[in-house]
């Protein structure tokens, strides 16, 4: 897993100021999470992890390496948003197998292995042959993460992958999403506009608020009285 360097991030938007000087480090192996109201900058912070968007200034480094100017299929980087943008017309093993549509497979594995592999990862095994929109909302999730995972990310982007299921379902999933990053021994950047969920989940939690982060540090020490 790689490390993560944020530093003084802006971004722009016309007369619109979404990023404001960001800055944040995620160790290797670590599970960092954004956390704010809706508007403060979190999925902006998390394009321009991922190459999705150009800051306007400041810089991006993953690995140690400088990701200015490299497209997000060279940052080897996985990511899963909100919506789960599963392909319908393909099966949950053809889904997956798209993850792999810049990589190949570990070594010593084909990419039927590799599949098989990551749906038993995400407690989906016999799931390969079907339809997407057969699954519930937790289990298309799942897939979504199995195709994140599938290139063997350096660097896990979650983005309010939970939002859209229910309370109950959501705490399912997000342990579940913990037991695999831990297996993995990801690093993981995680927004969510839920407290209570990024406490529960994170090993820092950064407080994002209008552009800025406002608060870093361990659950414990951020919301506990002094
Ligand atoms: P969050 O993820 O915390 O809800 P965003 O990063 O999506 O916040 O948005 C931060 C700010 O940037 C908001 O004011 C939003 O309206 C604005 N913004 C985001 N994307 C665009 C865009 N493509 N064009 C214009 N404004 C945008
Ligand atoms: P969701 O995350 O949407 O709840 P789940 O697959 O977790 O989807 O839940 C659907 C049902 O299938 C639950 O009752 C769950 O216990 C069961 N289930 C999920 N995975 C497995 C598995 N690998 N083997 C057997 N039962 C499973």
Redesign the pocket.
Known sequence: PAGVRVEDLRVEYGATTALDGVDFRVEPGEFFTLVGPSGCGKTTTLRCLAGFEEPTAGAVSIGGESMAGVPPEARGVGVVFQSYALFPHMSVAENVAYGLRFADPPAGTTREERVRDLLELV???GFADRDPDTL????Q??VALARALAPEPRLLLLDEPMSA?DAR?RE??RVQVRDIQREVGLTTVYVTHDQEEALSVSDRVAVVDDGRIEQVGAPRELYDAP
């Open positions: 407690d989906l095994p519930s909302g937790g289990q999730q799942r299921l379902l399912r999933l």
